[in-house]
Structures are given as structure tokens and as C-alpha cells.
């Protein structure tokens, strides 16, 4: 084969929403670039991306309360909620950009308006909930948020959580209407269609086997096109690994010195799916719990409104369970293949830690759907049995690496980006906040690996993303001009928008 026909400027490895956010930034940037991906499935967004395998979370840390911890002294931390709904912000603005200028189309199939609420019981949890709740009133990005514990108001804010609900316990919830429910499979077909358009190359059912440097220091890919059984060699200036769970074995196979002392724990999950439609119509919320004390930060429960297909449905979970693969579709020695001499002793480190966490997992993929609906009583008293289907959802592969702050094989719960030194390559490991800040992710690749390009791409981001680089927390008037602008352009629910950003204070109804 003609290795020349075979070069490209850029190779994006996945076709999930991480590489659709990658290549229409770029499209949009240098439209002269040539760009080809890889997806080893039949179509775009058919892993974690896909709408049944993720939560469909607009995460603005509106209602996450992991994202807001306590700190010793009683006072709750703000900071990495400002940052994720900063993070957020990007991402509406770049969608809506796409709307605007015809990219995409029809943003209701994949952005919806609904109440974000945080749910808590007991009278320590209320307390947290109100200073948290406080602490958050106190930015504008969190202008509309209001807070209650007289069950009256929770019983008109979650009809079907407060019915047949007989604790004395105090109880209390926040609600923001500003939430979004966001279905990330649709919006990375979406925009792979449009990237079609855009002459990019897209191949399908072409599994990447390898990455290594060629002496003139650009990247060969070895793929493998399933369809025909033929191995194909590609060489690119830059490449990226978008392949989700599939990134860290081919980060390793790049040899470069980033990715070492790396690992990867593939935490698996499945939810609870509501199939009677008089059950689904009774809520209309995503209500957020607080975690049990040693699960980990992405088992946090939650009882969603969802919008799949023009067609609400009713979530609950995740439950969290323990399976070796890296992916969904991947394969049982993906958690073996990926331990190397680099990185054996991390494993190890964070084998002996994290032993209350396999305790966890283990006790999770025990339960039987009876045990599963009893959790589900905490959100819905009288919920039944029958009325509940499991679906199986993603593979979430948490990132083990040595940090200073936690030692060898600390456990990560965020996203991770590791590129090389001479920003020729970049893979996006971990997945929390996940899809949602995609867009902030990829502006973080951009600004590590094409730092001489950033300054002619600097206007076009702006016009783009006109809070890049910008804090919103500190520019209400910015923050309140987007969000009526993003609400406009992504058909969501502008009054809540406008009322939630114009009004000073967020309201309390207390008893
Ligand atoms: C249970 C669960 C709930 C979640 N909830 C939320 C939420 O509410 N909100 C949110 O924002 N995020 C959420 N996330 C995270 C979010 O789903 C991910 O961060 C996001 O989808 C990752 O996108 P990606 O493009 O990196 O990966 P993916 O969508 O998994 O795409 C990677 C693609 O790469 C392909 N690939 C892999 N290896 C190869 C190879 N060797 N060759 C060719 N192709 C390859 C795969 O087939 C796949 O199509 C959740 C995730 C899970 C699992």
C-alpha cells in the first residue's frame, strides 16, 4: 500500500463524543486540515457516549453534591463546583454556536430543560444541604437555585418522592430549573454528520491496533479494517485518543514517557429503567442523593427525568459493579492486558487502597433487582418491583496513578488529559465530569499541544465561545447574556433561564 496517500494531518482514534467535540473545533479553527478517525464500532456515539449508557447529565454542579464537599471546619467548598459549571458554560456556548451557524440541527434531540435537585435526609444532611445551598448563592452562576425543607413545598417540587414517604426524619432538596438533561449519543451523531460533510474521513469498523513514532517525528497508526480483514498503516502530525475506555491500552502503546505509572480500574454500572408510563409522567426532575459512606463518588444515586428518542423516560441509579473490560464492547483481559512493568506497582499500591471500594463493588453486583428496588425506596417509597427494568450502562475506567498528594496508586475520579511533551499526541483518560465539558477538555488539548496556533485561533474561539479564558463567576452581566442567548439557541426554557440570572437572591421556603 501507498504510504503517501495515507498521510493526514490529524487522527482522532473513537467516535464518541470526546473526538466529535475535537474534530468540529478544529474543522472550525483550520478548515484546510485533514483529519481522519477510527471507530472500531459500526457508528458514532455507540459507547459510554451513547444516551443509555451514561446518566445524560447536563453536569453543572447544580446538584451533584460530591462536587461540593464539607471541609473540617462545618463550611462547604465551592471551588470545584465553579469550575465545572464554568466548564459547562463552554459547552452550551459551543452547541449553541453549532445551532446558529446550521452544524447541527434540532437541538431539542439532544438538550432538554429539567428542574436539577438535590435530595437529602437527616437532620446533619439537611444542615449540609442548607450551607451548601447558602455557599452556592452566593455566585451568579448558581442565581435561581432554592432551597426547602417543608415537605408541603417537596411534595409540590417531587409528588411521586414525597407519597407514602412515613419517616419523621427532616428532609430537605434544592431545585434549580436552569438543569439540562443532555442525550451525548444524539449530539455526537449529530455532529459526525456534519463532519462528514466537512470532508472528514470517517471509518468505520476500523480498529486501531497501534501508535509509534516514525523518525521523522509524526505518528503511525496501525489499523485494522474489520470489514475487509485488512491491516492499514496511517501517519499523522497529531494524534488524538478518543477512545474512551480504550484509550489507556493504546496511551501505553505509544511508549512515550506520559504514559507510565498509569493504570486504569474499569468500574462497571447498570440502571433501573421505569416501564410504566404512569410512574414516568409523575416526576419531572433530576434529583441527585448523596452517597453512601464508602461508595465512590460516581455511585451517587439518582431518580431522573430523561428525554431518549422524544420520549421521557424514568432512571435510577447507577449501581455500580466490577467487570474487566475497558469498554462495553471490549474484552474480559483488557484490566490484565493493561498491567505493564511501568505501572505494576501502581496497580499494586491501589489494590491494597482501595480495598473498601472492591468491598463496595463486590456487595453491588450481589444485588438482586429485589435489593435494587429496596434502594430505590429511598427515592420512591412505593416503588414495585415490575414497574423496573435493568439496562446495562457504560464502563467507566477510573484513572490509577502516583500523586503527590494521595502516594503510589492513588485512585482518580476525574478526567484525565496526558499528552506528550512535544504536544504531537493527546488521549483523554477517566470520565467524570465526562461528556458534559468536553468542549473545556479539548480547549485544555489545544492549549498544551498547538500553543503556537492558539493565537490566530484566539478570535474565532471568542466568537465562538465568547467566555474563553473569561471567569463568569466574576462577569454576571456575561454569564446572564449567555445564558439567555445559549437558552435561546438550544430551545431551553428561557423564563427559568432569565428568572434564575435576573433575580439577586435565591429564594429560601422554609417551614
Ligand atoms: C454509567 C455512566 C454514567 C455517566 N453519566 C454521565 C452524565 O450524566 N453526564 C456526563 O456528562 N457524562 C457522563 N458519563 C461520562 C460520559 O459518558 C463519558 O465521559 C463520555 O461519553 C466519554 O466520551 P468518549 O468520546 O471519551 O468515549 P466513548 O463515547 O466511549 O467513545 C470512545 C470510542 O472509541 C472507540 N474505540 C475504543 N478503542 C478503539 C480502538 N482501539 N480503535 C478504534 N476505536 C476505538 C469506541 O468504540 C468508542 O466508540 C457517564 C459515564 C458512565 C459510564
Not at 465553579?82 to 446558529?100: A, G, H, P, T
Not at 450551607?131 to 452562576?141: D, N, T, V, Y
Not at 426547602?148 to 430537605?172: C, F, H, Q, V, Y
Not at 490566530?456 to 454569564?479: A, D, T
Request: charged content about 25%; aromatic content about 8%.
Amino acid at each position: 500500500m501507498d504510504n503517501l496517500q495515507k498521510k493526514t494531518d490529524i487522527i482522532l482514534i473513537g467516535a464518541g463524543i470526546m473526538s466529535a467535540t475535537m474534530g468540529s473545533l478544529l474543522k472550525e479553527l483550520s478548515p484546510e486540515w485533514n483529519i481522519k478517525v477510527f471507530e472500531k464500532l459500526e457508528k458514532a456515539g455507540s459507547e459510554s457516549s451513547n444516551e443509555w449508557n451514561n446518566a445524560g447529565t447536563g453536569h453543572a454542579a447544580l446538584c451533584e453534591l460530591n462536587y461540593t464537599p464539607e471541609k473540617p471546619d462545618g463550611s462547604v467548598e465551592i471551588s470545584k463546583a465553579i469550575k465545572i459549571n464554568e466548564q459547562f458554560q463552554l459547552s452550551r456556548q459551543f452547541w449553541s454556536y453549532l445551532v446558529n451557524n446550521k452544524r447541527i440541527s434540532n437541538p431539542q434531540d439532544f438538550i432538554m430543560s429539567i428542574p436539577h435537585m438535590s435530595l437529602v435526609q437527616g437532620s446533619d444532611n439537611v444542615n449540609f444541604l442548607n450551607k451548601r445551598f447558602e455557599a452556592l448563592s452566593l455566585s451568579p452562576l448558581f442565581k435561581g437555585m432554592e432551597f426547602s425543607d417543608n415537605p408541603e413545598k417537596l411534595k409540590e417540587w417531587i409528588p411521586l418522592i414525597m407519597e407514602g414517604r412515613t419517616t419523621s426524619e427532616p428532609i430537605a432538596a434544592t431545585k434549580i430549573d436552569s438543569g439540562t438533561d443532555v442525550n451525548f449519543g444524539a449530539l455526537t451523531e449529530m455532529m459526525f454528520d456534519h463532519l462528514k460533510e466537512q470532508n472528514v474521513e470517517i471509518n468505520y469498523k476500523h480498529s486501531v491496533k497501534d501508535i509509534k513514532r516514525t523518525s521523522d517525528g509524526r505518528w503511525e497508526v496501525k489499523v485494522h479494517d474489520l470489514e475487509n480483514d485488512k491491516i492499514e498503516y496511517h501517519t499523522a502530525n497529531f494524534v488524538f485518543i478518543g477512545g474512551g475506555g480504550g484509550s489507556l491500552p493504546l496511551l501505553q502503546k505509544t511508549g512515550i514517557p506520559e504514559s507510565k505509572q498509569v493504570g486504569g480500574f474499569p468500574v462497571s454500572g447498570l440502571f433501573l429503567v421505569c416501564n410504566n408510563p404512569e410512574i414516568v409522567e409523575q416526576h419531572h426532575a433530576k434529583v441527585y442523593g448523596k452517597a453512601k459512606v464508602g461508595a465512590p463518588p460516581m455511585s451517587v444515586p439518582h431518580l431522573d427525568t430523561r428525554f431518549i428518542d422524544n420520549k421521557k423516560s424514568l432512571l435510577f441509579g447507577p449501581f455500580a459493579g466490577f467487570s474487566p473490560k475497558f469498554l462495553k464492547t471490549g474484552s474480559n483481559l483488557d484490566l490484565l492486558g493493561s498491567v505493564k512493568p511501568s505501572n505494576v506497582f501502581t496497580m499494586l499500591a491501589a489494590g491494597a487502597k482501595e480495598l473498601s471500594l472492591t468491598k463496595y463493588l463486590v456487595q453491588q453486583v450481589m444485588l438482586s433487582n429485589e435489593k435494587r428496588v429496596e434502594e430505590l425506596r429511598e427515592f420512591i417509597p412505593t416503588a414495585q418491583l415490575e414497574d423496573w427494568d435493568v439496562v446495562v450502562a457504560g464502563q467507566r475506567v477510573q484513572v490509577i496513578k502516583d500523586t503527590e498528594a494521595g502516594g503510589k496508586g492513588t485512585l482518580q475520579f476525574g478526567t484525565e488529559i496526558v499528552t506528550a511533551e512535544d504536544g504531537s499526541i493527546a488521549a483523554l483518560l477517566g470520565a467524570s465530569p465526562g461528556a458534559s465539558t468536553a468542549v473545556h477538555a479539548m480547549l485544555e488539548i489545544f492549549e498544551r499541544c498547538f500553543p503556537e496556533n492558539l493565537k490566530e485561533w484566539e478570535p474565532k474561539i471568542k466568537e465562538m465561545i465568547p467566555s474563553y479564558g473569561v471567569s463568569l463567576s466574576e462577569n454576571p452581566e456575561l454569564l446572564q447574556e449567555i445564558h439567555v442567548t445559549t437558552a435561546r439557541a438550544l430551545g431551553l426554557n428561557e423564563e427559568s433561564e432569565s428568572l434564575g440570572y435576573t433575580d439577586a437572591k435565591a429564594t429560601v421556603l422554609s417551614k
